[in-house]
């Protein structure tokens, strides 16, 4: 069974900053666009972020633009999500997925890899 594996979270100070990874098993990430997402406490899950495999071309949501960068070790087979200025609201659940495509589709196509999240918390 394919699964992607998130890890890097934790809590850290405002305006601080944590480097997110994505890593797979059984799956090639270099083949397939990558998508970051975040569920923050009684919210809605949202898009964030992708990079596509096309072209390494990134996208992301407003309220990170600036300060989230998404990029790509085929080398490592594994996605990164590195956060600055980090704020309050940044605080959720951060998961990578794909939905086996290699265009980004700004989180509208059908996401059937999943890891099973990340806690980044934000707080003083």
């Known amino acids: 069974q394919v699964h992607l594996v998130e890890s890097g979270g934790g809590l850290v100070q405002p305006g601080g900053s944590l480097r997110l990874s994505c890593a797979a098993s059984?799956?090639?990430?270099?083949?397939?666009?990558i998508s970051w997402f975040r569920q923050a406490p009684g919210k809605e899950r949202d898009w964030v972020s992708c990079?596509?495999?096309?072209?390494?071309?990134?996208v992301y949501t407003d309220s990170v633009k600036g300060r989230f960068t998404i990029s790509r070790d085929n080398g490592k087979n594994t996605v990164y999500l590195q956060m600055n200025s980090l704020k309050p609201e940044d605080t959720a659940v951060y998961y990578c997925?794909?939905?086996?495509?290699?265009?980004?589709?700004?989180?509208?196509?059908?996401?059937?890899?999943w890891g099973q999240g990340t806690l980044v918390t934000v707080s003083s």
């Open positions: 997925a794909t939905d086996l495509l290699d265009y980004c589709d700004y989180g509208r196509g059908n996401f059937d890899v």
């Open positions: 059984s799956l090639t990430l270099e083949f397939y666009a």
């Open positions: 990079i596509s495999s096309s072209d390494d071309t990134t």
